[in-house]
């Protein structure tokens, strides 16, 4: 089983940029999608940005389209997001999520089984 580790969060001022990496251990990290959550208090879990492993094509939430870049890096068994001009309503606990079963990629994070611990954004001045 595929087990996930994220990093790279912290506090960064509005406008900041930070790379927040997803590391796999256990197993390839090359399940059909690899995607990218964030959870701000009180609120649901939300979709962000999704990979498919298959062509490294990416998908963005409206939200943060233009700021938030996906890669991954296979021989470093790593997704990263690459986020920038960051804004406080970006504020949240950022997770990774991949699932064997999903032949597409879901902004549902409950059709997802594999999940990092997360890491902590917080966008202040």
């Known amino acids: 089983q595929v087990q996930l580790v994220e990093s790279g969060g912290g506090l960064v001022q509005p406008g900041g940029s930070l790379r927040l990496s997803c590391a796999a251990s256990?197993?390839?990290?090359?399940?059909?999608?690899i995607g990218w959550f964030r959870q701000a208090p009180g609120k649901e879990r939300e979709g962000v940005s999704f990979?498919?492993?298959?062509?490294?094509?990416?998908y963005y939430a409206d939200s943060v389209k233009g700021r938030f870049t996906a890669s991954r890096d296979n021989a470093k068994n790593t997704a990263y997001l690459q986020i920038s001009n960051l804004k406080p309503e970006d504020t949240a606990v950022y997770y990774c999520?991949?699932?064997?079963?999903?032949?597409?990629?879901?902004?549902?994070?409950?059709?997802?089984?594999?999940w990092g611990q997360g890491t902590q954004v917080t966008v202040s001045s």
């Open positions: 990979i498919v492993t298959s062509d490294d094509s990416t």
């Open positions: 256990g197993g390839a990290l090359d399940y059909y999608v």
């Open positions: 999520a991949t699932d064997p079963r999903l032949r597409y990629a879901s902004f549902d994070p409950y059709e997802y089984a594999i």
